[in-house]
C-alpha cells in the first residue's frame, strides 16, 4: 500500500482494474452469475440504506435553503451532461459503432456520485455541508430522472423500450432504502459512526457491480467487439468530456458569484457520473441489449474522473493551505 500512495495510484481503481481482468478470464456463468446478480442487489440496497442514514436531516433543510448552488449542481448533471452526451454520440458513431456511442450517452445521464463528490469537495476545502446535499438530491431525482431521460434520447438498435415497470424497480431497489435509511437514522446511525471502515463496503459493493457488468460482457462477446483502437477513442472521448464539464463548471461558478468553498461544490458534484448508481439502472432499462458495451463508457469515465479530480483536489487544497504573499 505504501508503494502504491508514492507513486499516486488510488487502490480503488486497482481493485476496478483487478475486477475487470478477473471477469475476462473468470467470468460468473449459471449459478454463480445469479447469485451475484443477488449480492450486487442487495449489496446496493445497503449501500443506498447507508446513504440515507447519514444524511442528517437538519442537514438536509439547511443545505436546501442553498437552491441556487443545488440548481447549478443539477443543470450540469441533468442538462448540460446530456447536451454534450448526445453531440459525442453523433460525433463517436462512425467510429465506435452505435452501441457504443449510446453508452457514451447513456453515461451523461445518470446522476453523480455520493461518496467521491464529498470527499474531493473535503479534500478540495469545500463546503461539505453543501455537498452532501447536493450529491444526495441528485441521485434521488436520478432514479425518476435518468430513466426518462434515457426513454426520451436514447436509441440503440432502434429503440429502447422503457417501462413504468423498470421505474418502479430502479425506485425500489435505490430511492426506498434511502428513504428507509432516513427513517432508522438515529438507530442505526450510533453503529455506522463505530465502524471505521464503513468507506471500504462503498468501494466493495462498486467493484462487486463492475465484475457483474464485465462478467455479463464477457459472456455476450464484449472483447470480440471492441479492439484497442475503439477502447483508446473512448478514453480520449471520456477525458475531452470531463475537461470541458470541469471548466463549464468553473465558468457558471464564476458567473454566479459563489465563493470558493461553494465553487468546488460546483465543480465536484455538477462533474461526477455514479457507477453504483449508473449500472444497476442500466441492468433494469437495457435488458435483452448488449449492456457490457453500454456500460463500458460509464466505467471508463468513473476510473477516469477519480483520478482527474483527486489531482485537481489536491491541488486546490494545498492552494488553500499555502498562504498568498503580501
Known amino acids: 500500500m505504501e508503494f502504491l500512495r508514492r507513486l499516486r495510484i488510488e487502490p480503488f481503481i486497482l481493485a476496478i482494474l483487478a475486477a ?20 450486487t442487489a442487495i449489496g446496493i440496497a445497503v449501500l443506498f440504506f447507508l446513504y440515507g442514514a447519514r444524511l442528517e436531516p437538519r442537514e438536509l433543510r439547511v443545505g436546501l435553503r442553498h437552491w441556487r448552488l443545488h440548481s447549478v449542481v443539477l443543470a450540469a448533471t441533468f442538462l448540460v451532461f446530456p447536451l454534450l452526451g448526445l453531440l459525442g454520440q453523433w460525433a463517436l458513431t462512425p467510429l465506435l459503432g452505435a452501441p457504443l456511442a449510446a453508452g457514451f450517452l447513456f453515461l451523461t445521464l445518470v446522476p453523480s456520485t455520493v461518496q467521491s463528490s464529498i470527499t474531493f469537495v473535503s479534500i478540495a476545502r469545500g463546503h461539505v455541508s453543501a455537498a452532501v446535499v447536493s450529491a444526495s438530491v441528485s441521485n434521488l431525482l436520478g432514479v425518476f430522472v435518468t430513466p426518462l431521460l434515457v426513454f426520451a434520447l436514447m436509441t440503440t438498435d432502434g429503440s429502447v423500450t422503457i417501462t413504468w415497470e423498470s421505474v418502479g424497480t430502479i425506485a425500489l431497489q435505490l430511492l426506498l432504502p434511502f428513504v428507509l435509511g432516513q427513517v432508522f437514522r438515529d438507530r442505526i446511525l450510533p453503529i455506522t459512526s463505530k465502524i471505521k471502515r464503513l468507506a ?4 466493495t459493493v462498486i467493484v462487486l457491480v463492475v465484475y457483474a457488468a464485465f462478467s455479463e460482457g464477457v459472456a455476450e462477446g464484449i472483447w470480440t467487439m471492441v479492439g484497442v483502437p475503439q477502447v483508446a477513442i473512448l478514453i480520449g472521448a471520456c477525458l475531452v468530456l470531463l475537461a470541458v464539464v470541469l471548466g463549464l463548471t468553473e465558468v457558471a461558478a464564476r458567473a454566479f458569484g459563489f465563493d470558493q468553498r461553494d465553487k468546488r461544490v460546483v465543480q465536484f458534484c455538477g462533474s461526477k457520473k455514479s457507477l453504483a448508481t449508473g449500472l444497476p439502472m442500466a441492468a433494469v432499462l437495457f435488458v435483452g441489449q448488449p449492456l457490457g458495451l453500454l456500460v463500458l463508457p460509464l466505467m471508463l469515465f468513473h476510473q477516469i474522473q477519480l483520478i482527474v479530480c483527486a489531482w485537481l483536489a489536491g491541488r486546490y487544497g494545498r492552494a488553500e493551505e499555502t498562504p498568498v504573499a503580501a
Open 20 to 39: 475487470v481482468i478477473v471477469a475476462a478470464i473468470l467470468p460468473a456463468t449459471g449459478g454463480a452469475a445469479e447469485a451475484l446478480d443477488w449480492v
Open 200 to 203: 471500504l463496503f462503498d468501494k
